[in-house]
């Protein structure tokens, strides 16, 4: 198998796995941390934009190359195997790739967050040094 095959082979392990952790996330059987991590994992990587946009470069498609594949490693390493061999069963029957508008919101939220940070160091050095 040439690289390319193999990274196709990657990339479907990474999107089903990504829909196993979203079915997880909801399944009262997953252990409350696991939950949380899938979660916050299947949230951001089926949002429909990025914490960091993919224009920046190399920082752009770090988060795409580091943040989810570590959340997903996480998320697998919490939640019991014969339960994940079940959840990516469902995922590979879902067969299509469910958005996350609380990962949009979430993202979004970020971004404000630190705006709001930004904005007000920058208005208490301007207007409070004295």
């Known amino acids: 198998m040439n690289l390319a095959d193999r990274l196709k082979v990657a990339a479907k392990r990474l999107k089903r796995d990504v829909v196993a952790l979203w079915l997880a996330a909801r399944d009262p059987d997953t252990p409350l941390a696991a939950r ?11 949002s429909p934009i990025d914490l960091i946009p993919d224009v920046i ?12 594949p570590a959340g997903i490693w996480l998320a697998l390493r919490l939640i019991p195997k014969t339960q ?21 919101v979430l993202v979004v939220a970020i971004w404000m967050s630190g705006l709001a940070l930004v904005l007000h160091v920058t208005w208490s050095r301007l207007f409070t040094a004295g």
């Not at 991590?37 to 299947?42: E, M």
């Not at 994940?84 to 949009?104: N, V, W």
Request: glycine share 6%; aromatic share 4%.
């Open 57 to 68: 470069p190399v920082l752009g498609l770090l988060d795409d190359l580091v943040l989810v």
């Open 36 to 46: 949380l991590v899938a979660f916050l994992t299947a949230a951001y990587a089926l």
């Open 84 to 104: 994940i061999s079940r959840l990516r069963r469902q995922a590979e029957a879902i067969g299509r790739r469910p958005k996350s508008r609380l990962g949009l």
